[in-house]
C-alpha cells in the first residue's frame, strides 16, 4: 500500500523554525515529483514547495521563498520541509504529496501542478505559529 506520512509538525512561536518530514512506503519516492502543500482554516489549500523528479530543482511560493528549504533523502525514503522564521501566516495544515512525471514533464512548475492534482497525499500535520 503507498503510504504518505508527515510529521515534525507543532506549535512554535514568531520567528521560530520546524522541520517537517514526509517519510514514503510501499513505494520508492526515487523518481517522484513531490510536493508540500498547507491549508489554513477557513482557506483553500495551496502549494508552499515542490521538488522535480528529475533533476532535483525546486519551486517555492514567494510566501515562503528564502524561509523555507526543502530536501531529499532518498536513502531515506524521506523528504523534509525545513522552515525558519516562521510568521503566524504559516499557520496550517501541511501536507506532503507525491507522483510519477511523465518523462515529457521538465519543469518544477509543471511537476508541481500535476502533484497538486494527484492521488498520493499524506495525512498532514499542523502547524500553528503564535505568540
Known amino acids: 500500500q503507498l503510504k504518505l506520512v508527515e510529521s515534525g509538525g507543532g506549535l512554535v512561536q514568531p520567528g521560530g523554525s520546524l522541520r517537517l518530514s514526509c517519510a514514503a512506503s510501499g513505494f520508492t519516492l526515487d523518481g517522484y515529483a513531490i510536493g508540500w502543500f498547507r491549508q489554513a482554516p477557513g482557506k483553500e489549500r495551496e502549494v508552499v514547495s515542490c521538488i522535480s523528479s528529475k533533476d532535483g530543482s525546486t519551486y517555492y511560493a514567494d510566501s515562503v521563498k528564502g524561509r523555507f528549504t526543502f530536501s531529499r533523502d532518498n536513502a531515506k525514503n524521506t523528504v523534509y520541509l525545513q522552515m525558519n522564521s516562521l510568521k503566524v501566516e504559516d499557520t496550517g495544515v501541511y501536507y506532503c504529496?507525491?507522483?510519477?512525471?511523465?518523462?515529457?514533464?521538465?519543469?518544477?512548475?509543471?511537476?508541481?501542478?500535476?502533484?497538486?492534482?494527484?492521488?498520493?497525499w499524506g495525512q498532514g500535520t499542523q502547524v500553528t505559529v503564535s505568540s
Open positions: 504529496a507525491a507522483d510519477l512525471p511523465p518523462s515529457a514533464f521538465t519543469s518544477v512548475e509543471a511537476m508541481c501542478v500535476l502533484v497538486a492534482g494527484g492521488d498520493y
